[in-house]
């Protein structure tokens, strides 16, 4: 698994990190965080992507992160307009192909295939670009997938992160609330409280 090695923008300005969210004494406060706070911003972009009128549509906004607003998505705004128009031309050639993907994995293989050789995009803008276009699709993911900052959060918690993705069965039984997707935002909104948590379990 390489960490935003290309040039995603969550190595240069790390678009996940957020400030403390206060005292946050267990697993269970943390999901209950990201539920409260941060849950309803996920479902409303996804809600977007469901909506596009057609799936050119869909990787057109997919691949240039646009959001609803027009604005580009914080976690490539540091990456060339150019670099992601070139994703998008990669990516609209092979619509017929990523209609026919049956499950979130085979979707993100395709678009990790076509795009992740591309100088500055690595795997946040693979991961992204691939649940976009899945909202479109009705694909969502089965497994929690890794970059550099939901790396860090599943590091945190005793996980194995140099890997492309893993089963949300090896997490600690609060996460079970949260949906596979979620869960990767969690771990990478929440990584330095979960870092916190988990040196507090080990003085215990």
Known sequence: MHHNDNGDSCAVLDPCHRKAAGDLCS????????IRDRRGRAERERRFFQNCRSLQRAIEYAALSKLPSGKRHSHQRRIPPTILAEAESELQEREADLRRRKTFEELHELVAREIGTIVGIGALTVYDVATRIGAFLELEPERVYLHAGTAAGAKALGLDHRRVSFDPAELPKEFRRLRPYEIEDCLCLYRGELW????QELKR
């Open 196 to 199: 916190r948590l988990g040196r």
């Open 27 to 34: 697993y269970q406060d943390v999901v209950d965080a990201y």
